[in-house]
């Protein structure tokens, strides 16, 4: 029980240009790994679609998001103001979907957004994501595999799902919500307590990973299937074991935290955002991981769902997205949601590598799996970076309504991943975003 | 027995369903489809690619569920067939249809999850993680904090098998907790840390000490604390500090009362918001300067410390004795730790609140761990403190300051890195004496064996011992000493399936099959029951009746669950279950519009603390099930009673009250965690209320909306516009493809009209507990059931469950507490065990003990 509840007072926010780095790591491991050129990826979503103003409405640039006109000489609505700076850099796409999942009730989008899987079919099974199809190859080299994030945590439940990522069995990879935890994970200085933990870990996973099977061979078949969780698990941590013993000689980067504010929450929408774009920036700037999403809201009544207080507005996200004639309060919004990509975009611009700027070596894919209210087609999709890896921007690129998304995927997997012929219900690819 | 598994297993298997299972195919969808569909997606015609008489009709094995879903939703929102077609179905054909084919999905999805109505293998909640780690290790800290949130099953159950995913972060996390856990007790230090220990005798801070007085007058201004907020006083007493060259503690007091023989200080429990008058006036931050209470200013009884050892047991002593107030008023004891965080920004919590009777002096002891409290500042040089209160609240009772009750303290003692032994007493219940002490890989068997069957919760085998014991050898020789040795092996045990799982394995191999029903032994059996009732590990009685082999006996069971209903633990029951049954979570969902009311939002953790404690006190005093429905009593504390005007009610923490019916309490449905939960935060919501009501009381859950249909038709152009939300469902209904499915939810939420979104009542055509903006509303709490039973008002809705509907609500209370002590959804051949107990329940009164005991008794339970 509060007796007295003051609040806490918020830190000024992070400046645009992140924190300071120590750079001598940097550059030694950049002498260390010159052979392989970096290859990077992360995916982002935001929630419950984006406000639609027919063609020749008077506020069609004022509120819209999708750009006016195709190709190269496109118009920007005002709403992407903030990234137009990059308009070399930056597709916006059209048009796209999921076929599978065109006919149903919204809500389910971050299920499936980068799975490509028909979870109505399959009820809620599901498949691997892109991220984590790509992170088998991309992660090797890395201290994380993938850094998963959400605003709301975990994984939920199946049609509301709080995470992006799925892994080769289609099950949900939780996502981490606390800055300071996803911080101290990558960044926390290893005490001694840990270094004596990781001389022990793979013994005592290993003798876990035994016991386990032993358990196994004493269940019934449903029981088995449960298990198989667990052990996949236990295996998946048996191989992240080993890879914090090859990193182990290596310092972990030091980052200052004091800049970054670690105790923010979603109940401050602008601060939360900014610091979990700046955690984004940090691991893939630090090389700690090469492959991140980052699922800004769960399509749930819940604090994510508050998000418009951060532009003042007292409306739901979810209520914002209903409204179909008087845009200005929805765009005002996803103007903000903009924003903060935005900067992060420009964050990863700003930093400049052996070959480019870390954006030229990062393909950002952020989007949504609805576009007006809850209809579950033409996804807004905006593509950026990725330069090194033959991505080429500055267009808007409309697609008909019976190309899959998935097609999208299949270009991005043979781009940074290994030789893709397919993934999930594509049927081609998309080469009009490659150089 | 056999023989009626044997026919339950085979009327689960009859009962698989599909589109095409049987007649409903042939009989019901196909002669719709013919009729209706086939001339345009059929042999002849395929528009859009379709041709719907080659669907494959299997939903489950079939490739063609997802275009079924389709046709439903489209012939559900009457898009299909078109209207320029010329067979139109009629809507009761089309209601047919929709239901049919609505209900196939179901009992697909049934199928799809379906376990065979068998417990599967689950990995323990975060709060029974928590909970387990506390009773096996004898320490009460916040564990489980930084795991994953976890996500609940369709029912609301967090301990549903199917929706507790294990991940690597999972085990990640597991491994890391348990070290740091064991080594706090294991690797502490071999010196007995030194205390820092303060006692405070208020009546130093009245100083000089009064001269005689003689007038009234004087006394009073006497009696006065001398000195304003913010300074303090240096303890010039008893006090202890580890480190010299830290700054020594500060005591400070304001608004206290100097005790008639000057010997201590007296605490008015009297809040901020206790103003005398209007019982329901709004809050007030500070009073008047008076200085005595009577203005609503919080007496404050403080004691800073520097650098104080945060992160150990902390023992509070205080010698104190209860001045009464008018009508057996007593004043409540309450401290909390805390510390700054800035000039005047504090966090704190808080560690006991108990009410104190005696008028004699009495010392009262507590010990509690730092590590649970917010006592570290995260700002270098902030003092960390200890505060106490009286927590008695004036509340809705009218008492005067001078017929509040007052504590009257005659002194304080803290002590920090408290330890009555050392080693502690956890580190000894691992490291127990044995004769073996001296011999070490004989002792480190010893000690892992013991752990490992606590653990596990069940005897272990010598080849489980044998692998943990080589693994320990294994470790030895890497790690710094034998301690830090069997702090890694133990952490092997805690990341174990045998611990984190609650698993039923049988004794031998298995092949891949399904298993043979059995009933459950005695261990496997004793952990189901703390699980269920106490949302952790067994006990020593529980294991000690698993190891006689008497557990599962019946009259023995039956004795244990009253136990363990009587035991505190119980309250992990009543907590879990009914936030997960009443969806409490739904309150902290939602926000409530500041245009609308003026509203704290910690208040909301009162809503949910109501029906947490309603729950619980049915389940205590044994009250029957009715009470859910309605109740004469209300469980209240002052601030609740404030919000739901209810006067004379005084006090600290939720008790039960008596409530007369002007008032509009009793039972679940009219707690503000319900009617709040499911509302828009501004106005009313009666789709969510009725929702809510078929849903967790009825068991009845309505079909999920079709898709591309919004919650409620969106006002457009001027007239919809300007409609209130009452106004808007009524439009909504005239939709056709809406009616059919709000006829049968909307009559439930009506009757709820009486309560606006905090869930105050209201009546007529004014709501006074909102904002000027908003308070013309016209209240109608009068609805029509679909089958024709009309309802004048919430009372009669009350009336109508608990006679017309007593047995539908009585079986949906069964099969709600059935789904949450099994784990897993409740499947077909659970129906004969179900129906048994409703037959029992029926018999004895109701009761709600009776619910939980025959659940226990029954063979689901009993059985793998």
Same mark, same amino acid.
């Given at each position: 029980m509060n007796h007295k509840s003051w609040h806490l007072s918020r830190r000024t926010?992070?400046?645009? +240009?992140?924190v300071s780095l120590a750079l001598p790591w940097l550059e030694c491991m950049a002498a260390d790994k010159k052979a392989a050129p970096k290859k990077r990826f992360f995916a982002g979503y935001f929630a419950y679609g984006v406000p639609m103003p027919e *063609?020749? +409405? +008077? *506020?069609r640039m004022d509120h819209g998001w999708f750009p006016l006109g195709e190709g190269k000489g496109y118009q920007a609505p005002a709403m992407h103001a903030s990234i137009m700076p990059l308009r070399e850099k930056v597709t916006f796409l059209s048009g796209l979907s999921h076929p599978a999942m065109r006919g149903t009730s919204a809500h389910k989008g971050a299920d499936y957004f980068l799975t490509g899987a028909n979870i109505l079919k399959t009820y809620d099974k599901q498949s691997i994501s892109i991220d984590q199809y790509l992170a088998k190859s991309l992660s090797k080299d890395t201290r994380f595999k993938s850094l998963v994030m959400s605003s709301f945590g975990g994984v939920n439940r199946p049609y509301r799902s709080s995470t992006l990522s799925f892994d080769r069995s289609g099950r949900p990879i939780p996502a981490q919500n606390n800055p300071a935890e996803i911080f101290r994970r990558m960044f926390g200085e290893v005490t001694d307590s840990e270094k004596n933990a990781l001389a022990s870990r793979g013994s005592i996973i290993d003798e876990v990973l035994n016991e386990a099977k032993d358990l196994n061979r004493r269940l019934g078949k449903t029981d088995k299937a449960k298990m198989d969780e667990f052990l996949t698990s236990v295996r998946e941590v048996e191989r992240m074991t080993e890879r914090s013993v090859q990193w182990q000689s290596t310092p972990k980067p030091k980052v200052d935290s004091s800049k970054l504010e670690l105790d923010a929450d979603p109940t401050s929408p602008r601060e939360y955002l900014t610091v979990m774009y700046e955690l984004l920036a940090l691991a893939l700037q630090t090389d700690t991981t090469r492959v991140a999403t980052f699922q800004t809201a769960c399509e749930e009544a819940g604090l994510t769902d508050r998000f418009p207080s951060a532009v003042g507005l007292a409306n739901s996200s979810h209520k914002l997205s209903h409204?179909?004639? %008087?845009?200005a309060d929805v765009a005002a919004y996803i103007t903000f949601l903009n924003e903060m990509h935005a900067g992060f975009i420009k964050r990863l611009d700003s930093v400049q590598e052996e070959d480019g700027t870390l954006l030229d070596n990062t393909l950002c894919f952020y989007g949504c799996a609805t576009s007006k209210t809850h209809r579950a087609i033409n996804y807004p999709i905006i593509l950026s970076g990725g330069k090194n890896m033959g991505f080429q921007h500055g267009a808007h690129l409309h697609y008909g309504? %019976?190309?899959?998304l998935s097609n999208l995927f299949v270009t991005i997997g043979n781009q940074l991943g290994g030789r893709t012929a397919k993934f999930a219900d594509s049927t081609a690819d998309i080469t009009e975003v490659l150089a | 027995m056999t023989n009626s598994f044997g026919t339950s297993l085979l009327a689960f298997l009859v009962s698989i369903p599909a589109v095409a299972s049987a007649g409903n195919y042939e009989t019901e969808i196909r002669p719709f489809l013919t009729k209706y569909c086939v001339s345009c997606h059929g042999p002849n015609k395929q528009k859009a690619d379709l041709r719907l008489d080659k669907l494959d009709p299997d939903l489950i094995n079939g490739s063609d569920a997802d275009m079924w879903q389709e046709v439903l939703d489209l012939i559900n929102i009457s898009e299909m067939p078109p209207k320029e077609a010329s067979a139109q179905p009629k809507r009761s054909e089309r209601q047919f249809i929709v239901d049919a084919l609505t209900l196939s999905f179901r009992q697909a999805m049934e199928a799809r999850r379906s376990t065979g109505g068998r417990n599967v293998i689950r990995r323990l909640t975060a709060y029974e993680y928590n909970n387990t780690l506390r009773d096996l290790l004898s320490l009460d800290l916040q564990y489980a904090v930084d795991l994953p949130p976890e996500g609940s099953a369709k029912e609301g159950f967090k301990n549903n098998s199917s929706v507790l995913g294990t991940s690597a972060l999972h085990i990640e996390y597991f491994e890391r907790i348990a070290r740091s856990a064991l080594e706090r007790i294991i690797l502490a230090p071999t010196e007995q840390p030194t205390p820092y220990f303060v006692r405070v005798e208020p009546e130093l801070a009245f100083k000089p000490e009064p001269a005689p007085v003689t007038t009234e007058n004087q006394k009073k201004k006497q009696r006065k604390p001398k000195r304003r907020p913010g300074s303090g006083y240096d303890i010039k007493g008893d006090h202890f500090v580890p480190d010299k060259s830290v700054r020594g503690p500060l005591f400070r007091i304001d608004h206290g009362e100097r005790s008639t023989d000057g010997s201590g200080v007296l605490l008015a429990g009297n809040r901020p918001s206790d103003k005398v008058g209007d019982p329901f006036a709004a809050d007030r931050k500070i009073g008047g300067s008076? &200085?005595? &209470?009577?203005?609503g200013y919080q007496p404050e009884f403080r004691v800073e410390m520097y650098e104080v050892p945060h992160d150990a047991p902390v023992l509070v002593r205080v010698q104190l004795s209860a001045v009464p107030g008018k009508d057996d008023a007593y004043p409540r004891l309450s401290f909390e730790l805390g510390s700054f965080r800035g000039a005047n920004v504090s966090d704190q919590k808080e560690a006991a609140n108990i009410e104190i009777r005696s008028t004699e002096p009495k010392v009262y002891e507590f010990v509690v761990h730092g590590a649970n409290f917010p006592f570290q500042s995260n700002k270098p040089g902030r003092p960390s403190y200890f505060r106490i209160f009286n927590d008695y609240r004036r509340g809705t009772s009218h008492l005067t300051y001078e017929e509040l009750p007052k504590l009257n303290i005659d002194w304080v003692e803290i002590k920090c890195n408290h330890y009555d032994a050392w080693p502690s007493p956890q580190k000894k219940a691992i490291f127990f004496d044995s004769e073996h002490r001296n011999d070490e890989p004989v002792y480190a068997r010893e000690v892992i064996a013991r752990f490992m069957t606590r653990a596990y919760r069940r005897p272990v085998s010598d080849a489980e011992v044998d692998r943990k014991t080589a693994l320990f050898r294994k470790l030895r020789t890497q790690e710094a000493s034998f301690e830090a040795t069997i702090v890694s092996t133990l952490t092997a045990v805690l990341c174990s399936s045998n611990f984190l799982l609650l698993s039923e394995p049988e004794a031998t191999v298995v092949q891949d099959v399904a298993t043979e029903r059995r009933l459950l032994n005695d261990y496997e059996l004793a952990s189901r029951l703390s699980y269920f009732l106490w949302s952790s590990m067994p006990d020593e009685t529980l294991f000690e009746l698993a190891s006689k082999e008497q557990l599962h006996k019946s009259n023995v069971l039956l004795a244990q669950v009253r136990r363990m209903i009587a035991d505190p633990k119980s309250e992990g029951f009543s907590r879990n279950f009914a936030s997960q049954w009443l969806d409490l979570a739904g309150i902290h969902r939602l926000a409530v519009n500041p245009e609308y009311f003026d509203f704290k939002e910690k208040d909301k953790g009162l809503f949910e603390e109501e029906s947490i404690q309603f729950v619980h006190q049915v389940l205590k005093s044994n009250l029957g099930i009715d009470t859910f429905i309605d109740s004469e009593f209300a469980m209240l504390n002052p601030a609740l009673a404030k919000h739901y005007r209810i006067p004379g009610i005084g006090g600290g923490s939720f008790q039960q009250h008596a409530i007369s019916k002007e008032y509009h309490r009793g039972g679940l449905m009219t707690q503000a965690s319900m009617l709040f939960g499911n509302s828009t935060g501004s106005e009313t919501h009666p789709i969510k209320r009725g929702v809510w009501v078929l849903e967790r009381l009825l068991d009845d859950p309505p079909a999920p909306p079709p898709p591309n249909v919004p919650d409620l038709p969106e006002p457009e152009g001027k007239d919809l516009a300007n409609l209130s939300l009452k106004e808007r469902l009524v439009e909504h209904a005239q939709v056709e493809s809406c009616r059919d499915c709000h006829a049968k939810i909307d009559p439930w939420g009506v009757p709820f009209e009486n309560y606006n979104a905090l869930g105050q009542w209201r009546e007529g055509s004014s709501d006074p507990l909102v904002h000027k903006a908003h308070q013309a509303v016209n209240i109608d709490p009068s609805t029509q059931l679909k089958n024709g039973k009309r309802i004048q008002n919430l009372d009669d809705l009350k009336k109508y469950i608990l006679t017309e509907k007593k047995s539908q609500f009585r079986t949906a209370v069964v099969r709600k507490v059935m789904a949450y002590g099994l784990g897993r959804y409740l499947e077909f051949s659970d129906r004969p065990a179900v129906d048994a107990i409703c037959e029992t329940v029926g018999k004895e009164n109701d009761s709600f003990q009776t619910v939980i005991e025959q659940i226990v008794l029954s063979e689901p339970f009993l059985t793998k």
């Open positions: 926010v992070l400046k645009s +240009a992140g *063609d020749d +409405a +008077a *506020d409204e179909k004639k %008087n845009y309504e %019976n190309v899959p | 008076q &200085g005595d &209470g009577r203005s």
